[in-house]
């Protein structure tokens, strides 16, 4: 499934985390309130720095020379702002339902306070050390062949574990009305294979040399006697794996990702595996007939490294990722040996979160939405709901006069855009139905079954969807999480109600400065819908050609300038953005910015709006554009993004879009010499 999500998507440290109503927000001192009035925090401002040069390194000097990154973060933007804002509240739910004080919903409330009680029983955890996980690390050392070892990788995968094979369940890219099976490639211990491949790197060669030395400690701790060898056993394997699987540039393209085969064909497609077994395991065979496989040459080549690899290297393998899997579930050495490379050495975070903000995280990603139905109850105001859809209705109103007005789309293409728009919906807030949570068995002195239960009930909800309608009411975010998506598959927006808050949404600032947060914002994800992979679906969510030849071409022309623009962005010395990557995110911040620019003065309605704060109506909406992507971040995880996340650094997030928006020259009157000029020529506009 492509799912686009509006910020870095890669951390599960920020993930799922709102932020409380304004009026549970204590009072700013008058200094700053004075420095908002306008709904722009004018307080970071470099005076030094002309808008005209580096509108980012301008809004925001101040504070990137001020602020220091908390020991904890691998960077600070406003989406962690609101995370960590969110917290408190978060907190105060969870333990209020540990306490039994939620009368409302009683049961879901009682099910997250043992479940929270659980992960905070440290005494607990120390007294058990590795033995929650001894059954399963048991059944891994009793692997006698390979046709063993299939059932096992399938039922570990059942468990979240991650192992070479990915399986998960989506709509049909070519058939939205069904649910289908899918298998692409994982298994991998470092986030790309990059870091496995790239011996000319060495910033990365030496995070692999820091892994190896990682899977040693960690299956010594597992009791492993001979943990050297198998460490440099499994790093050898994983390096095969690497050499396998496709680069993230080649995951973009669904139609190349959309391999339709019968169950009956995997052991053609990819002999040397027991597909048999492991369908078995999986609990796929009887519910469907046919997988689609993602990539097909990894798949070949992941049944002949399989079939080679010695039985004492997959257990070895198996062991250390089931460990990896559950580390923070387990006694501190275990947490404390997974923090020290994963967060430390990979990201550059210098310390642990306290341990109940580990433990809200917790409950987020196992009852996300038991947790979201009482953050809603307690914090979101329905009528700000009613406000961003009206806003929403005009942004839509925008887009389809403005794909009227292009002069560089066919007729023909220009009906099937506007046939899509028209089917678009939009979630907002929450979701209409909740997830039930009433058959997870939760204990209070069982942190690790929790965990595998929890897995396993998402696990089997997903398999059970194979052969069922589709379930349109469904959303694959919580409304406590700072972030926002488009689906294409079901061509649908979704904002979850914790980023409807400042500096994305401002209730008491005027239209302008919320055009260009949350207006952008909306705006991008509607531009998803027509990016290019989303311009590959059709208005029902499937896999369709619906362009002429001419047009695709013009629009392959606008992304190849758009790709060259961003790859001669340099992050850090060295590393530059990869403008393919990220073509998808760059066209829709692009176009979310030009459609709510648009969508504003349409709102103005021939009115000019008041100067506030000295500042006029364009500039407080490119300010509020700008302050929302203030991003400072630790050079090692800047490193992991620029690999393997589609979206930009916040800097280009800011300049990119805005050296590409006429409004942008006009209002702040760029012209040639300024660094952020470019000539009418070289600029990108699509949509």
């Not at 973060?73 to 978060?90: A, H, I, N, T």
């Not at 990819?270 to 046919?290: E, H, M, Q, R, V």
């Not at 899997?325 to 550059?348: H, M, N, P």
Request: aromatic share 10%; proline share 5%.
């Amino acid at each position: 499934m492509q799912r686009h999500v509006l910020s870095i998507a890669s951390l599960a440290l920020f993930a799922g985390l709102g932020h409380a109503a304004e009026g549970n927000v204590t009072s700013a001192p008058a200094s700053i309130r004075s420095a908002l009035a306008s709904g722009v925090d004018t307080r970071y401002i470099e005076r030094s720095i002309r808008p005209q040069d580096d509108f980012f390194e301008y809004l925001n000097g101040k504070w990137l020379k001020t602020v220091d990154i908390p020991s904890d973060k691998p960077y600070l933007d406003p989406f962690v702002d609101r995370y960590e804002d969110s917290l408190r509240q978060l907190r105060e739910i969870i333990e209020k339902a540990g306490a039994g004080t939620d009368a409302v919903h009683e049961r879901d409330a009682r099910r997250i306070g043992d479940f929270y009680a659980s992960f905070m029983d440290e005494a607990k955890l120390e007294q058990l050390g590795i033995a929650p996980l001894r059954r399963e690390l048991d059944r891994i050392a009793a692997i006698q062949d390979k046709a063993e070892l299939s059932g096992v990788l399938a039922h570990l995968g059942r468990l979240g574990m991650g192992v070479p094979l990915d399986f998960t369940i989506h709509l049909d890219n070519k058939d939205s009305t069904r649910y289908v099976a899918d298998i692409s490639q994982g298994g991998l211990g470092l986030p790309d294979p990059d870091y496995f491949l790239k011996a000319d790197d060495q910033k990365l060669a030496d995070m692999k040399a820091r892994y190896l030395a990682h899977c040693q400690k960690v299956l010594s701790m597992a009791g492993d006697r001979d943990a050297a060898a198998h460490a440099q056993a499994i790093v050898a394997f994983e390096t095969e794996l690497a050499k396998a699987q496709w680069t993230k540039v080649e995951l973009r393209d669904p139609n190349k990702a959309y391999n339709k085969f019968d169950l009956s064909d995997l052991p053609r497609l990819a002999p040397g595996f027991d597909w048999n077994g492991w369908l078995d395991g999986i609990g796929l065979s009887g519910k469907s007939t046919y997988v689609i496989v993602g990539q097909p040459s990894y798949l070949k080549a992941f049944a002949g490294i399989a079939n080679v690899t010695p039985l004492d290297t997959w257990k070895a393998y198996l062991t250390l990722h089931l460990v990896k899997s559950y580390s923070r579930f387990l006694s501190k050495s275990f947490v404390d040996a997974d923090f020290e490379f994963f967060d430390k050495t990979l990201f550059g975070i210098e310390a642990n979160e306290p341990r109940w903000k580990r433990g809200v995280g917790v409950i987020e990603s196992t009852q996300g939405d038991a947790l979201g139905r009482l953050y809603v109850a307690r914090y979101f105001p329905q009528e700000r709901k009613v406000r961003i859809e009206r806003l929403m209705r005009n942004l839509l109103a925008t887009y389809k006069l403005s794909i009227d007005k292009l002069d560089w789309m066919s007729p023909a293409t220009k009906r099937e855009a506007q046939a899509k728009l028209a089917k678009m919906k939009t979630k907002i807030g929450y979701p209409d139905k909740w997830k039930d949570y009433s058959t997870l068995i939760v204990k209070r002195d069982d942190l690790v079954g929790n965990v595998m239960r929890s897995r396993e009930l998402e696990f089997d909800r997903d398999l059970a969807k194979l052969g069922k309608p589709i379930d349109r009411d469904e959303w694959t975010m919580t409304p406590q999480t700072v972030n926002a998506y488009y689906n294409p598959e079901k061509n649908e927006i979704v904002v979850p109600a914790a980023v409807l808050q400042p500096p994305f949404f401002d209730g008491d600032a005027d239209d302008a400065v919320n055009y260009g947060g949350i207006g952008t914002i909306l705006g991008h994800e509607i531009s998803h819908g027509f990016d290019d992979q989303g311009s590959q679906y059709d208005g029902d969510g499937n896999l369709r050609d619906w362009w002429t030849a001419a047009d695709h071409e013009r629009f392959r022309d606008k992304s190849r300038m758009l790709v060259s623009q961003y790859n001669a962005f340099e992050a850090v010395p060295g590393y530059h953005v990869n403008g393919e990557l990220t073509l998808g995110e760059n066209i829709a911040d692009i176009s979310g910015l030009a459609i709510a620019y648009k969508a504003y003065h349409m709102s103005l309605k021939g009115t000019t709006p008041p100067v506030i704060g000295g500042l006029t109506g364009d500039q407080r909406l490119y300010m509020g554009f700008g302050q929302i992507w203030r991003q400072k971040m630790r050079d090692n995880m800047l490193i992991m993004v620029l690999k393997t996340d589609p979206h930009s650094p916040g800097r280009f997030r800011t300049n990119g879009p805005l050296r590409n928006n006429p409004g942008f020259y006009d209002t702040f009157g760029v012209k040639p010499g300024d660094k952020m000029y470019l000539a009418p020529r070289d600029r990108v506009s699509i949509w």
